[in-house]
């Protein structure tokens, strides 16, 4: 059961438990963070925008070519450091994930 270490757009912080095989998407919008997810994990929405803390970026599956695109028509993208939370299933070596969310689009 990892957890994630969330800070919100206020600059405080959640300490969220998760299920291995749960989306980040999930886990926030679960949690009543404020997290639009308007297309619910289909990776068209891209409201589901994070930042992933600089020290777990490498340590995630990478980004894949449809997340990427994306993510290039968001406003407040950041190259090393933005997802889409909806594109990241948790593993059990996930415990511990840090990130931020994303400004609304
Ligand atoms: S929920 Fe729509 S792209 Fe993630």
């Known amino acids: 059961m990892p957890t994630l270490e969330i800070i919100d757009r206020n600059g405080e912080h959640h300490s969220l438990s998760a299920r291995a095989g749960d989306t980040v998407m999930e886990v926030l919008r679960d949690a009543g963070l404020p ?4 297309c619910g994990g289909c990776c068209v929405c891209a409201t589901c925008h994070v930042y992933i803390d ?3 970026v ?3 599956e990478p980004a894949k070519r449809g997340e990427l695109a994306l993510l290039e028509g968001c406003r407040y993208v950041d190259p090393a ?5 909806c594109q990241i299933s948790l593993r059990p070596e996930d415990e511990g994930l840090a990130l931020r969310l994303a400004p609304e689009e």
């Open 35 to 38: 997290i639009e997810a308007v």
């Open 54 to 56: 600089p020290d777990w």
């Open 58 to 60: 490498a340590r995630l």
């Open 81 to 85: 450091l933005s997802r889409l939370g």
